[in-house]
């Protein structure tokens, strides 16, 4: 009856559920069902013995539990377990403006409620996604959970009982992504400002560096190694020395002291975090150094722009889309090879998920692992011989020395190959979670763990550096293509320094335009002014603005009572505004503006750090 016009609502605002619709269609509707009226006069759904609302009123029920479990806001999103009739969806998309996810893990059942609920109105809005299974559900989750609280779940009692085997596994699931999402959201809030300051002070190099485009498919079929400093790497170094000319080598940054010392030259090394980068680099020679083609992440130290190497390549972290697309918008302002979006990498919090990224972008295959242990067995750290030191909170804290910046982190257990708990750091359980997931997404890859001892990592078949040798024979290093010859004949991909010093012109601009309306709110300020208007769709119309002044405005957001109706509360909201609108002042007069300018002059007189690194030779 109303399965049409359900699906029509839902393809229009959420594209991406194309595929679930497509599953649905080839599902039967479930006929064990029963419609009840409940003691209010509304409607409940007797399904396998179990009502799925309250038989004394499903709409009361409803209201009751968002009442009590949902907390309103823009940016909360709200886990709704079970679709029923749709009453405990509507009651929260009623009190809140944030997004909904509607988890229904049996299909049939939701291909019921699809047939015979005219659901138009919710599904249209865009706010809602649909959810079948627990894989899905936490890929539609990811994105949209950021901050230090934003999710709320709710369930009917009816619910609770049908999908009572399912809760446990799934809220250990659920947990363990709000965890790993919280350590991502105070991550970025932590680094945001420094990886836009960072990369201003980077931009002035661009011109002499790769679009990462330049790579893609570059070395197809051909097996990579990527080269994390975990333990296990020190055992392997014998056999990558002999083999090396076998494979592409791609370094985590922090591997490199000891595959210098080891006398291996690796063909990639990948710089990525915003500090630590001069530790990385500290003492390696020059003749080393300019051998290596490095990748390196636009938000990171300025050093790794400023190092000596063989090439170096361009890269955006996934959290860098806003500046990613203002500079290929940039290339537009000079004569230059049009540009595709700088391909944005996965992150995850770790190096060498950026090398993993990198390899399947290059088409390699198959791609290795090792000295990624991501534990600590027999309580080594790194490579080298590291050992795990702990402070009296129980935290892994290393000395720091000229070649290895640390810093106080939180410690669990991971399991091992074999089964064992072993020691790591809490980051690294979502690092394997990211890989798990990465393997999942690309069944075509023959993807190996050679990091013997360290962490069990599913979809990574274990075997030695020898074992995978022998499938290719040991051949002298040969030169790849030249990076800066296109394989296709067409122009280098290149960025015009005439174009970033356009855009920055024009950046600068918008950013004096931001700070007039901030300046005009405070002058005149109440909710609903011209010039509050005038900035909300100004921000709407400049991303990179908006990206630069997230954090604020997500804070506020997180605060902010849509359904403030006492004095009191509206006051509240006020003030928040009014807050929120003195800091982003702040931050576009104090912060983003000059650097915007001094990036700007750099370009104009090409006055910019050439200086050695620290212990270089």
């Known amino acids: 009856m109303f399965w049409e016009t359900n699906r029509q609502a839902l393809l229009q605002a959420k594209p991406s559920q194309q595929a679930l619709q497509t599953a649905l269609e080839k599902v039967a509707p479930t006929s064990d069902i029963e419609l009840i009226a409940t003691e209010d006069e509304d409607y409940t759904l007797l399904y396998r013995g179990v009502p799925l609302h309250a038989v004394s009123g499903a709409l009361k029920e409803a209201r009751e539990i968002s009442g009590a479990q949902c907390r309103p806001g823009l940016g909360r999103v709200h886990l709704v377990l079970g679709i029923g009739l749709g009453y405990l969806m509507e009651a929260v998309y009623r009190q809140s403006p944030g997004n909904i996810v509607v988890y229904e893990p049996d299909a049939a059942l939701l291909r019921f409620v699809l047939d015979n609920v005219d659901l138009t109105e919710y599904l249209a809005s865009g706010r809602i996604t649909l959810a079948t299974s627990p894989g899905e559900l936490l890929e539609t989750l990811h994105p949209l959970m950021a901050g230090e609280d934003p999710l709320d779940i709710l369930i009917t009692q009816g619910y609770a ?94 591997a490199l002291h000891r595959l210098n010392d080891a006398g291996i030259i690796p063909d990639f090394a990948v710089f990525y975090d915003a500090n630590g980068m001069r530790e990385q680099l500290h003492g390696l020679p020059d003749s080393f150094l300019s051998q290596i083609t490095f990748l390196v992440n636009a938000f990171t130290e300025p050093c790794c722009f400023i190092a000596p190497s063989q090439n170096k390549v361009l890269f955006f972290p996934q959290n860098g889309e806003a500046l990613a697309e203002w500079l290929k918008d940039c290339q537009s302002f000079g004569e230059t090879t049009p540009l595709d979006k700088p391909l944005l990498l996965e992150g995850g919090g770790t190096v060498s998920l950026v090398a993993l990224q990198a390899a399947l972008a290059m088409r390699c295959n198959p791609i290795a692992l090792v000295g990624q242990d991501l534990a600590f067995p027999g309580n080594r750290v790194y490579a080298g011989g590291i050992p795990l030191t702990t402070d009296e909170q129980g935290r892994m804290a290393l000395p720091q020395s000229e070649t290895l910046y640390t810093a106080p982190e939180a410690l669990t257990t991971v399991t091992g190959q074999s089964g064992e708990p072993l020691p790591a750091l809490k980051a690294y359980a979502g690092f394997i979670r990211h890989f798990e997931r990465i393997a999942a997404a690309h069944p075509e890859t023959r993807l190996l763990n050679a990091s013997l001892g360290g962490a069990k990592l599913n979809g990574y078949a274990l075997t030695s550096i020898e074992k995978l040798a022998k499938d290719f024979p040991r051949i002298e290093k040969t030169a790849f293509p030249p990076l800066l010859e296109s394989t296709t004949g067409q122009a280098t991909l290149s960025f015009s320094a005439l174009a970033l010093r356009t855009g920055l012109t024009r950046l600068k601009d918008t950013l004096q335009q931001a700070i007039r309306l901030h300046m005009e709110i405070l002058e005149n300020h109440t909710d609903n002014s011209p010039a509050r208007r005038e900035l909300f769709e100004f921000l709407n119309a400049h991303p990179l603005v908006s990206h630069c002044l997230m954090f604020e405005m997500m804070d506020t957001q997180r605060q902010y009572d849509p359904n403030a109706a006492s004095p009191e509360a509206i006051a509240r909201n006020r003030q928040l505004l009014r807050q929120n609108t003195q800091q982003c002042l702040n931050l576009l007069q104090n912060q983003l503006l000059p650097w915007v300018l001094e990036a700007e002059q750099q370009l104009t007189t090409g006055n910019y750090a050439h200086s050695p690194l620290p212990g270089s030779r």
């Open 161 to 254: 009982v049908l999908l009572a085997p399912n809760i446990p596994p799934l809220m250990e699931q659920l947990f363990a992504l709000a965890d790993e999402r919280l350590r991502d959201y105070r991550t970025g809030k932590h680094f945001h400002l420094q990886w836009i300051r960072q990369f201003f002070q980077n931009l002035p190099y661009f011109p002499q560096t790769i679009p990462f485009e330049a790579l893609a498919d570059r070395f197809p079929n051909r097996p990579a190694l990527i080269v994390g400093r975990g333990p296990s790497l020190d055992g392997a170094l014998e056999a990558i020395r002999y083999h090396a000319g076998s494979m592409v080598l791609i370094a985590a940054g922090g």
